[in-house]
């Protein structure tokens, strides 16, 4: 009788301390996510030893892809040749007339005695060795901390456009939020000149593949299609990075704003290599160049020759003035 | 304590694989979460209390390594072990569809709480929309991986009760 009593007795406790944890539990994930609750030595401990190893596996992972995507890029290179050499006919075109923009952009810029606004960017290239397959949270590890450079809040991009900031720093790692994340608000405008209309780009807890802009009112000038870049307010993000093009339009639930869903710039999908923008200052002005045509592939092979040429003549001409210029000083 | 670092190893292990090697096969960024079958199949094999412990100590690393919702993680896993060890005297564990049919149960229950959660967060959508995204796919790699994970787990299991010996 004595024994079952004590056993009963044991029982109950311990249905009262496992009620004890998971209200606990259940009170630090709403304190956590207010910020009022964070346990950054454990996690910092934590994700440094296991670092190592994700980095191990995330390479044996890579060597695998890059196994696969040649494979496969053998099977496809005739058509793919096709198609490239295509593509780089559209771009040459697209390139000659960007020039003209350019060089009638310097000159209004001198005209007008404006500011250069274009930023220069210290990158750290990383590789993404983790990343949380939680769907509610996005979230990946990147194999560059503190030891190089990388800190807090410091911005995360691709080639095509951003990725998102980093929110933990380690030695030898760092975890970055994606702008999918539904915690992630990136202050953004819309490109196109006619419009600038800002807003805010927040992950969508309801379609993870998609962040939306909200905060833009009902009767502001947004279209499908138009590409939503930074907007630099608030300091975290560089002003001017792609963040991705507006895909749809819908309107608020309260009926006064409207929000734009968008199809990201960067495939998170293929989220194999990224760099950290570890410092941006005002750039000078670059020299307009000549692209230089691969051999081969050139559009028009007898200008390409004689600009060739050209150049070449040029480079001459300025070692010449050079060391006449030297003459002179020495004289 | 040798038997508490194998098992330590052996989470630390899935959860690297998970976030390392899945994202290669995920479909919307959705894969297979290891360490909520391991939870399970713990308290399957080793009841209640030890599940509850194990699901509560994996689901805290994976909160502190992903830098997600901090205890949302130690939440689910914790009562997925605590279902599974309450189960475990009235089911034959060496069936092959326990696992299987387990893991489709624990997926569906960890997705509808972490909504709640969610939700309860202030972070407003809409379900079924999201479950299309999220919870299919989950299923589908669930039962894909949910036999291998009950296995080792098993193994290792069986391998630390030897050692003990």
Redesign the interface.
Same mark, same amino acid.
């Given at each position: 009788m004595g024994t079952r009593l004590r056993r009963d007795g044991h029982k109950k406790s311990?249905t009262w301390a496992?009620l004890f *944890?998971?209200v606990s539990?259940?009170c630090? #994930?709403?304190f956590? %996510?207010q910020g009022r609750?964070?346990?950054p030595v454990?996690?910092k401990s *934590?994700?440094t030893v =296991?670092a190592p190893? &994700?980095k191990a #596996?995330?390479w044996?992972?890579s060597q695998?892809?890059y196994v696969t995507s040649n494979i496969w890029e053998i099977a496809t290179v005739h058509e793919q040749n096709k198609m490239l050499r295509n593509e780089v006919d559209q771009l040459r075109i697209q390139n000659l007339q960007a020039s003209e923009y350019a060089a009638e952009n310097a000159r209004l810029r001198a005209l007008l005695g404006y500011k250069q606004a274009a930023m220069q960017f210290d990158l750290v290239a990383a590789r993404v #060795?983790?990343? &949380? %397959?939680?769907?509610?949270?996005?979230?990946i *590890?990147i194999d560059r901390g503190t030891a190089d450079g990388v800190k807090e809040n410091m911005a995360v991009v691709t080639e095509k456009g951003l990725v998102g900031h980093v #929110? &933990?720093a380690g030695p030898n790692y760092a975890?970055v /939020?994606l702008i999918?994340d +539904?915690r992630s608000s990136v202050g953004t405008l819309v490109q196109r000149a006619e419009s600038r209309v800002v807003g805010i780009v927040e992950g969508? +807890? =309801?379609? +993870?593949?998609m962040p939306r802009m909200i905060n833009v009112p009902k009767n502001a000038d947004i279209e499908e299609g138009d590409i939503i870049v930074t907007s630099g307010f608030g300091g975290m993000y560089p002003k001017g990075l792609v963040v991705g093009i507006v895909s749809s339009l819908e309107n608020d639930e309260a009926g006064l704003l409207k929000i734009a869903l968008l199809e990201p710039a960067v495939d998170? /999908?293929k989220l194999e290599d990224v760099a950290v923008i570890v410092n941006s200052r005002e750039a000078p002005p670059e020299p307009l160049k000549t692209p230089v045509q691969t051999p081969g592939t050139e559009t028009d092979p007898a200008a390409e020759k004689k600009a060739q040429e050209a150049q070449a003549a040029g480079g001459e001409e300025a070692v010449q003035q050079d060391a006449q210029v030297q003459a002179g000083e020495s004289d | 304590m040798k038997a508490f670092l194998k098992w330590a190893l052996f989470v630390l292990l899935l959860y690297v694989l998970q976030a390392s090697l899945l994202p290669l096969i995920a479909f919307h960024g959705a894969s297979a979460d290891f360490l909520l079958l391991f939870a399970v199949s713990f308290g399957f094999i080793r009841g209640m209390r030890l599940g509850v412990l194990a699901g509560f100590l994996a689901g805290l690393l994976q909160d502190l390594l992903s830098g997600t919702f901090l205890g949302m993680n130690t939440l689910t896993k914790m009562l997925a072990g605590f279902i599974a060890g309450a189960l475990s005297d009235h089911v034959f564990k060496e069936q092959m569809f326990l696992p299987v049919v387990s893991s489709v149960i624990a997926a569906v229950a960890n997705y509808f709480l972490l909504a709640v959660l969610m939700l309860l967060l202030g972070y407003r959508f809409n379900l079924l929309e999201n479950a299309e995204y999220i919870l299919l796919p989950l299923i589908v790699y669930q039962l894909v991986f949910s036999y291998p994970v009950h296995k080792l787990t098993r193994q290792v299991n069986e391998w630390v009760a030897q050692e003990g010996k």
């Open positions: 311990r496992l *944890v998971f539990v259940f630090i #994930i709403f956590a %996510a609750f964070q346990a454990l996690a *934590v994700s =296991a190893f &994700e #596996i995330s044996v992972g695998l892809r #060795i983790g990343r &949380e %397959a939680d769907s509610w949270s996005h979230m *590890v #929110i &933990e975890k /939020q999918l +539904p969508d +807890p =309801a379609n +993870p593949t998170f /999908q | -």
